[in-house]
């Protein structure tokens, strides 16, 4: 993942795998995706910690819950909006 716009396709691609029951194979992948976003919009963009940190507690609570449409939705419109280039 090496720019913005893959990072984003890749997020909107899980987002859509968890809408179709992939979820078991996602769930692998979810922890290093959530660490690559606090990592380029926490350390890159310089996003408030806080509000990335909310997100990624929102992303885990519904994992947890299996609420995958919940979980896609945050990933597709919450977390892939983040900004994560520098400014």
């Not at 078991?24 to 660490?35: F, M, Q, Y």
Request: charged letters at 15%.
């Amino acid at each position: 993942m090496s720019n913005t716009t893959e990072l984003s396709q890749s997020l909107i691609a899980m987002a859509q795998g968890f809408r179709g029951g992939n979820h078991i194979a996602l769930g692998t992948e979810l922890p290093d995706v959530l660490a690559l976003i606090v990592d380029r919009t926490v350390n890159v963009a310089h996003t408030s910690p806080e509000t990335v940190h909310a997100l990624i507690q929102k992303c885990l609570f519904s994992f947890e819950h299996a609420d995958w449409l919940g979980l896609a939705d945050i990933l597709e419109y919450e977390v892939a909006a983040l900004p994560i280039e520098k400014h």
